[in-house]
């Protein structure tokens, strides 16, 4: 069973341009959570999303950044017009169900966005 | 809104001791859960240990254990006979019930040789 994959691992990108990051859950997970990671710091909650719905979209920044999860396909974030402050390590978690509140989130290897 | 605080930036030890990392938390709630990951030079989030706030008994997993201390908001890693893939940075979570964890800034320990 694979685990959460993340593409690409890397990505540069220029001031004003658009990355996007993809991941794919791990095998029968449906839910999936987005976190950002800025140098030396922890991981912050962005955006948790099931198929075709996002359920919690408090810890994004309001303008900019974007996140979908289709019914088919990896979820998606969307980072518009980038500027150097958004670089960071962004990763991806799924799990299996929402409730109960424990379920593990298993986490995707990362994206390290580089804004030049 | 719930906050997760690591108080020790870095930490060093020799290999085979023991190394304790100190986390706190504040909230309101009172069922939640609690979590220590690690994240070596890979950067890749590894699960240590949980522990569900309704259980009394402190969670272990071979060298790793927790001293949880719910009045206190407390929930410390304790590694025994520490080695040298042991370093990394760890990172202390809460999970509130909207599903998301909330995460400290993480202390970054080393195992010297």
């Known amino acids: 069973n694979a685990g959460v994959m993340q593409n690409p691992r890397h990505l540069v990108r220029r001031r004003g341009q658009e990355a996007r990051l993809r991941c794919s859950p791990m095998k029968g997970h449906s839910h999936v959570y987005w976190y950002r990671q800025l140098p030396e710091e922890g991981l912050k909650f962005m955006v948790y999303?099931?198929?075709?719905?996002?359920?919690?979209e408090s810890g994004m920044p309001k303008e900019r950044f974007s996140a979908e999860f289709p019914k088919e396909g990896p979820s998606i974030l969307r980072i518009q017009q980038v500027v150097r402050g958004d670089s960071a390590a962004y990763f991806c978690a799924s799990s299996s169900r929402g409730t109960p509140a424990y379920n593990e989130q298993f986490f995707g290897p990362g994206t390290r966005l580089t804004v030049l | 809104a719930q906050t997760v605080t690591q108080s020790q930036p870095e930490m060093s030890v020799q290999e085979a001791e023991t190394v304790t990392l100190s986390c706190t938390y504040d909230t309101s709630e009172n069922n939640y859960y609690l979590f220590w990951y690690k994240q070596p030079p890979s950067r890749q989030m590894i699960l240590v240990i949980r522990?569900?706030?309704?259980?009394?008994q402190n969670a272990t997993e071979n060298r790793f254990s927790v001293n949880f201390q719910k009045a206190a908001k407390s929930f410390s890693l304790k590694i025994s006979d520490s080695q040298l893939g042991d370093t990394a940075m760890y990172f202390c979570a809460f999970r509130e019930g909207a599903q998301k964890l909330v995460f400290g800034q993480g202390t970054r320990l080393t195992i010297n040789p």
């Open positions: 522990q569900e706030a309704y259980k009394q």
């Open positions: 999303l099931q198929k075709e719905n996002i359920i919690d």
